[in-house]
T-cell receptor
Framework: EDQVTQSPEALRLQEGESSSLNCSYT??????LFWYRQDPGKGPEFLFT???AGEEKEKERLKATLTKKESFLHITAPKPEDSATYLC??????????FGKGTSLLVTP | DGGITQSPKYLFRKEGQNVTLSCEQN?????MYWYRQDPGQGLRLIYY???????QKGDIAEGYSVSREKKESFPLTVTSAQKNPTAFYLC???????????FGPGTRLTVL
């Protein structure tokens, strides 16, 4: 059975304090790993898609990387506006996305 | 502006009532999806549709029904058979079933 585990569940950072969020997965035949950002009471906002081990993508202060077993979302010099829940999802050969429970990030000034 | 709209934003239902949640997209996407989000849990797929007049059950379809009469619209009905309907409902769409999904703003349903 496909599984997606995100860690930590919650993370508190000082502004400017870089860190990484982890998404570990087990899936038979990965056909995409997706990162989303979700603000309270809103729908998830698409960030990145990664397809193969070694792939990296960047957007502003965020950088996503992928290995055969996990993905990391690196946040460099975060700002308070980066505070949100970050969701990871994987797709195997089917249509469905299998989501993790998310990491809640709080960045304080 | 292209995007996905959901209405209403908040919905209150009495036990035993059916309610319909609206989802409209003007992105010209073929595939549309409905997810349910509960506190402390990941998003769970209710139904999805690849093309007009065709849809498939997801992991938690019991107590829900959908229709796809137009490419732009994918309404979800929460029936009285759904035992625990209070949740945040999210609609999404994608160009094709294997592409990234884009989400609407969500509808929060509360059963009184």
């Amino acid at each position: 059975e496909d599984q997606v585990t995100q860690s930590p569940e919650a993370l508190r950072l000082q502004e400017g304090e870089s860190s990484s969020l982890n998404c570990s997965y087990t899936v038979s035949g990965l056909r995409g790993l997706f990162w989303y950002r979700q603000d309270p009471g809103k729908g998830p906002e698409f960030l990145f898609t990664l397809y193969s081990a070694g792939e990296e993508k960047e957007k502003e202060r965020l950088k996503a990387t992928l290995t055969k077993k996990e993905s990391f979302l690196h946040i460099t010099a975060p700002k308070p506006e980066d505070s949100a829940t970050y969701l990871c999802a994987v797709r195997n050969s089917g249509y469905a996305l299998n989501f993790g429970k998310g990491t809640s990030l709080l960045v304080t000034p | 502006d292209g995007g996905i709209t959901q209405s209403p934003k908040y919905l209150f239902r009495k036990e035993g009532q059916n309610v319909t949640l609206s989802c409209e997209q003007n992105l010209n996407h073929d595939a549309m999806y409905w997810y349910r989000q509960d506190p402390g849990q990941g998003l769970r797929l209710i139904y999805y549709s690849q093309i007009v007049n065709d849809f498939q059950k997801g992991d938690i379809a019991e107590g829900y029904s959908v229709s796809r009469e137009k490419k732009e619209s994918f309404p979800l009905t929460v029936t009285s058979a759904q035992k625990n309907p209070t949740a945040f409902y999210l609609c999404a769409s994608s160009i094709g079933e294997y592409n990234e999904q884009f989400f609407g703003p969500g509808t929060r349903l509360t059963v009184l």
